[in-house]
């Protein structure tokens, strides 16, 4: 019955608006929680939309939960099923080469839309292409709620949770921490069209897709929490809280930080967006890929002039005491 009322308001919305968002859905064995997220994105209001899916080689019966929503909503479904297991970036990276609509919106398998989140997402990315734009790069993201399993909410804000203000993601900052996540964002063509292929080196999709916006476009955010951003054992990476504990948590993690990999995905950054790179910003990239040549201090001096800051006192504390900054 939901599926056959969700197929129906999905046809009302297509004879009353033309897509114009291609939702991107990675699944792998994602059968415990994907029927409620699929039922949130049919649920969206006053926008026309696909949703692509990649599944990659699922071994429980996420396939079969996806069919059954391609048969009651085949208009909107397309379905790409991989033999191979690629992991999320490269699903995604696939997805990006699939998508066609001018708008691009990331989704996880086991979270909850609000039914309004793509018409608001989709309402700032537009106010601000019409200021930059079209052919600028823009991210709009929304922040999360933070819920258990069950749909609890454990905190109202995933921003507030993890210690993230949103509004200090420059270019340095990002450098050494993604605080942009893929569920919660909408990308425009113009960044679509330069994130694909998503490189080896990039260390998550959202994070490239992050990277290349703030580098040669924008990134803007929507405070009000559009996702119900659910917490379990399964999670790819997930949310954490930001304290005391959970820093002292993580110290031995940090000290076998992989700098090297935040130095290669840097420079696969400045590589794609070429000229699109303003000086100001390719010798910043430069400085940070060369912090080996540096000594101990010097690379901490580097880090401190240039502004490549972690968000919170604690995580700088571990950053300039803790890390391996030449590894």
């Known amino acids: 019955m939901r599926l056959a009322q969700a197929g129906r308001a999905a046809q009302t919305r297509r004879t009353m608006v033309l897509s114009s968002i291609d939702i991107l859905l990675a699944t792998y064995n994602g059968a415990s929680f994907l029927g409620a997220q699929i039922e949130s994105l049919l649920a969206q209001k006053d926008v026309g939309f696909r949703i692509l899916v990649h599944d990659d080689a699922s071994s429980d019966n996420t396939r079969e939960i996806l069919e059954r929503f391609r048969q009651a909503t085949p208009e909107v479904f397309v379905i790409f099923s991989g033999s191979e297991n690629l992991g999320a970036v490269m699903s995604f990276s696939h997805l990006l080469g699939q998508a066609s609509a001018p708008y691009v919106a990331l989704c996880d398998q086991d979270d909850v839309w609000a039914p309004d989140k793509l018409r608001i997402l989709l309402a700032r990315m537009r106010e601000v292409e019409d200021q930059v734009g079209k052919e600028t790069p823009v991210l709009a ?187």
């Open 141 to 327: 993201h929304c922040d999360l709620s933070v819920v258990d399993e069950g749909l609890r909410q454990r905190h109202a804000s995933f921003w507030r949770y993890s210690g993230f203000n949103p509004r200090h993601t420059d270019l340095p900052r990002l450098l050494v921490k993604n605080t942009v996540t893929g569920c919660a964002s909408l990308i425009n063509r113009a960044l679509v069209e330069l994130a694909h292929p998503v490189p080896p080196a990039a260390l998550m999709h959202d994070y490239w897709l992050a990277l290349l916006a703030t580098a040669a476009g924008r990134v803007v955010t929507v405070d009000e929490p559009l996702v119900a951003y659910r917490q379990h054992p399964r999670n790819t990476v997930g949310a954490r809280p930001y304290g005391w504990r959970s820093l002292v948590e993580r110290l031995a993690h940090l000290r076998n930080w992989d700098m090297g990999a935040l130095r290669k995905q840097a420079a696969a950054v400045a590589e794609r967006c070429g000229a699109r790179l303003p000086a100001e910003s390719r010798a910043l990239i430069g400085e940070f890929v060369g912090l080996p040549g540096k000594n101990w201090l010097g690379r901490r001096w580097c880090l401190l002039r240039r502004g490549i800051l972690m968000p919170g006192f604690m995580r700088n504390f571990a950053l300039f005491f803790w890390v391996r900054l030449g590894g």
